[in-house]
Every structure is written in C-alpha cells, then in structure tokens.
C-alpha cells in the first residue's frame, strides 16, 4: 500500500451535460477528457481522486461521441470532495474549457442511480451535401423496408458482422432550402455492438445505393431514456427532484 494519508472521500457527485460543436468534434475521447481535467483544475473544482500509486480523479464518461461528430449531448459525471452549487460548477467549468466544449447543464445526482443505465437511444442529425432529397426519401423506404439490413464493421472485439435495421427506430428525411443537400434525422436504440450513424448509411448503400460525394456531418441532438416510438427525454430530469441534492453520493468511477 502506498504511504500517506487515504484521498478525501466523495461528498457529492455532479452530472454534467456538455456539447462539442466546431472543429472540436474532430477531438478525441481521450483528448477530451484530458481537457476537463485541465479545467476542473483551474476553475478549482475540489474533485475527489482514486485511491492506490496512481490516484486519478473521479471523472467518468457515458455515451461518448465517435471521433469527428459533433454532439449536443455529452454527459459526464465527477465526484467532489466538498458540497458545491451545480450552477456555480456549470460557469466555472465552462468558461475554464476551450471553445467548443460548452457545459449545458449539472445537477445533483440521485443515489442509487445510473446515469449510463438512462441512455438507451440517441437522435442524430445527417447533412448529406450532394444527395437530392428524393434520392434521400427513396434510400429510406428501402432501408424501413427491409426486416433485417446486416453490415460488418472492426471493433474492439475484432470484426463483427450485425443488423442495424433492428436499432432504427425512426428514420426521416427533412429537406431545406438552406442546405444543398438531404438532411437525416434518425433515432437508434443503443444496441451491443453499437450501431453508429455511419453503420446506417452503410446500410442504406447496401439497400439503396446511396453514397453520398462527401462525407456527412453528423450530430448528435440527443441521448436518454425512450419514452414513446422515436421520442427521448432528458436523462437528467430524474436527478433535478430536491431530494437528489440531499442525497448519499454514490461512488464514482476514475
């Protein structure tokens, strides 16, 4: 066991609601989270740290954006060693992070819960720039069409082969004059592997043929809890109850 006194106990847990917009959804994960270490720091956040030779804060991410989509909703949950206002927490951490990561909402959490459990969908918005809308509206006939729509895709797991079709809940095409191009709003359960927005445009080559000239920009608008066909509510609106703020922390994972 390392010398020293134990670390400062956990004495509220915060959950966090963050976006990456701009050039910043080029950022990586790990980028990403090294970049809120660096602002917890200097905003003076009194963030609680692991245990052992290498004591890391207690930040833990769920629901992490792939490398080059930008997202609406990130979510992250810290652990602090003293009692402090989410709003005040919200501010300071905020402006102590780059451009492009912006701090939306904290609150409470709730004890007993968690926060990784709340998120079993997200809605994605896809610019496809080059690709007519009725060109779009047709490939996504095919795609709902279709009872099973299998694609292979490298994972951590080595390369695996599963249907997206089965994750599709909603799939739309919305047209705008301000856009040269279709515009995707889809809505995907999350599965295991996960079915990425990129998995379902395979999918739609597959049955459809459409390739888009260009790749797509894709965001994410929202993660949470399903509450109806295609419909997700905010997974933090649990915790905003007051019995959340007078709550046992839970322990949080480095």
Excluded: C
């Excluded at 799939?171 to 999350?190: C, F």
Aim: proline share 9%.
């Amino acid at each position: 066991m390392p010398d020293g006194p134990a670390p400062a106990p956990v004495t509220q847990k915060l959950r966090v609601r963050y976006a990456k917009r701009g050039r910043l959804r080029f950022t990586s994960h790990r980028d990403i989270s090294r970049a809120v270490e660096r602002a917890v720091r200097r905003a003076g956040i009194p963030v609680a740290f692991s245990a052992g030779f290498t004591p890391h804060p207690k930040i833990s991410y769920a629901g992490a954006a792939a490398t080059g989509t930008a997202s609406e909703a990130e979510y992250l949950e810290i652990g602090l060693t003293e009692t402090r206002d989410p709003e005040r927490v919200r501010a300071d951490l905020d402006a102590a992070l780059p451009d492009g990561i912006d701090v939306i909402d904290v609150v409470p959490a709730r004890a007993g819960t968690a926060l990784a459990d709340r998120l079993e969908a997200s809605e994605w918005l896809l610019r496809l720039d080059g690709v007519p809308s009725d060109t779009a509206a047709s490939a996504v006939a095919a795609f709902l069409g279709s009872e099973v729509i299998e694609v292979e895709r490298l994972t951590k797991k080595g390369r695996r082969r599963f249907d997206t079709r089965s994750a599709v809940i909603a799939l739309t095409v919305e047209s705008s004059n301000a856009d040269p191009g279709a515009i995707l709003r889809m809505v995907v359960r999350h599965a295991t592997p996960a079915v990425r927005p990129d998995d379902v445009l395979t999918g739609l080559r597959q049955v459809a043929d459409l390739a888009p000239p260009s790749p797509p920009l894709v965001t994410r608008l929202a993660q949470g809890p399903l509450d109806g066909p295609g419909r997700i509510t905010d997974p933090l609106d649990p915790d905003r109850d007051p019995v959340a703020a007078g709550a046992e922390p839970d322990a949080v994972g480095a």
